[in-house]
Each structure stands twice: as structure tokens, then as C-alpha cells.
């Protein structure tokens, strides 16, 4: 079993990810893989669970709550403001630098808020090529 802690968990919709304390891509959580009630899971809840192989990469199974989170709270990011709203500049227009793994965090609440039907997979692959094309730019340190 893995250590990790949620990302992302939207209980209506039943699933969210949760990025391995040993590294390497978000894993995939949904609903019926939980061994608790799903109104504890929420964005830093730290759980133990099994991976798996799934249809669309990784997965994780048989997770259980060890730490909740914190109380859920507005972004504050793109999916919550105007299209083009900066996530955190100051007035003079200048911005954070995010590491890789704050900007993949950001983009997947982004897309997650922006078009809540696509797939896990379809969120892994479009986030994979926005880290690329932010890190390509010099928008997000490694």
C-alpha cells in the first residue's frame, strides 16, 4: 500500500486524484474504491490505498482515510473567475512562478471546473502537455 494525498475529490461527481507521497503521476480515486464514507475525502486528506492498472492508467483501490483534509474552499483560480483572470499576480501584472507539480494541481482544477465530463485520461493527457508547453516557456520551475 501507498501514502498520498487528494488533490482533487468532487464527491457528486464521485472521483478525484490523489498524488503519491513517493512521486510520479496522480493516481486516479473514485467513489466505489473507497472503504470510507466519501464525505470525508476531501482536497489534503492524506489516504493509504492500493494501485492498480485501469482503463485509462492508474488507479488507486482500497483507499483509506488516515488524516482529513481541510475544509473545502473556493480556488480562486480560471474556473472560478473570468476567462483570463490571473491565479495569484500582484497589480503590477506580475505573476507567481509554480513549480510543475502547483501548475498540474492548478490545471487539473482548472479543467476539472472548466469541463467536468472528460475522462481521467483525457485530464492526464491535456495536463501532460500543459506542464510541457508551461515548462517549454519558462512559466513553471521544475
Request: charged share 25%.
Amino acid at each position: 500500500m501507498v501514502t498520498g494525498k487528494v488533490i482533487r475529490f468532487d464527491a457528486v461527481r464521485g472521483y478525484g486524484f490523489v498524488a503519491p507521497d513517493s512521486g510520479g503521476d496522480d493516481v486516479f480515486i473514485h467513489v466505489n474504491d473507497l472503504d470510507v464514507d466519501k464525505h470525508l475525502i476531501s482536497t489534503g486528506a492524506v489516504v493509504e490505498f492500493d494501485i492498480e492498472d485501469g482503463d485509462r492508467g492508474p488507479k488507486a483501490s482500497h483507499a483509506r482515510l488516515l488524516e482529513r483534509g481541510a475544509p473545502e474552499r473556493q480556488s480562486g483560480g480560471y474556473a472560478d473567475g473570468p476567462i483570463g483572470s490571473p491565479i495569484g499576480g500582484g497589480e503590477d501584472g506580475d505573476c507567481d512562478i509554480l513549480s510543475s507539480k502547483e501548475y498540474r494541481d492548478e490545471v487539473t482544477e482548472a479543467l476539472l471546473g472548466a469541463a467536468p465530463a472528460m475522462t481521467a485520461e483525457q485530464i492526464v493527457r491535456v495536463r501532460q502537455r500543459l506542464v510541457q508547453l508551461a515548462g517549454s516557456h519558462g512559466w513553471v520551475e521544475n
